[in-house]
């Protein structure tokens, strides 16, 4: 089995205008997937993520030549995703007109009706829930739990501090559970 390309690797390749497409398409070999499914997580439905997946990483190749390695990629490629995606569900509130607990009411409708959502019971009750969340602890929560980050990677995608996602965090766990107890 092949190893993994390292990031560094990737963006040394990216560099070199006669290697850039080789770069871009290891990158999004490495990272389409998590990508996609960090997306997903947050738009429910499975083509609305395709479209939004495919922007991200079109506003990856148009700004990765800038990318100065302060931050890791995938933590800089999670900061445009996550940005993405709150762009998307702003549009989609704005486009219908609609306060963001009926995009979420309407997310949750997008996911009991799909057919690429293959989740048994407890996931798909577990996915209702996130929709009851506010964004940001919905992205905290997926990060946390589906990504397994650390705190300090989060940190950093969101901007945020440590204390203050911990606590996202706890709220989000808190109201999964409420809502979870009283849909049984």
């Known amino acids: ?22 770069a871009f398409n290891l990158l999004i070999k490495k990272y389409q997937q998590k990508i996609y499914w960090h997306v997903r997580r947050m738009v429910i439905d499975h083509d609305d993520a395709d479209d939004v997946t495919q922007d991200v990483f079109v506003k990856i190749w148009k700004s990765l030549i800038n990318f100065r390695s302060d931050a890791q990629l995938y933590t800089w490629m999670y900061r445009i995703a996550t940005n993405e995606c709150i762009t998307f569900l702003n549009k989609k509130k704005a486009k219908n007109n609609i306060p963001l607990d009926d995009v979420s009411h309407e997310l949750a409708e997008s996911l009991a009706d799909s057919t690429y959502f293959d989740g048994d019971k407890a996931q798909r009750k577990l996915q209702e829930a996130l929709l009851t969340l506010p964004d940001k602890q919905r992205l905290v929560f997926n990060m946390k739990y589906y990504d397994d980050m650390k705190y300090e990677e989060i940190s950093d995608v969101l901007g945020t501090s440590v204390g203050a996602l911990k606590a996202s965090f706890h709220l989000a766990v808190k109201k999964i559970e409420a809502h979870l107890l009283s849909h049984e």
């Open 1 to 22: 089995m092949a190893q993994p390309v390292e990031d560094e690797e990737i963006l040394s390749k990216f560099r070199e205008e006669r290697t850039r497409n080789e």
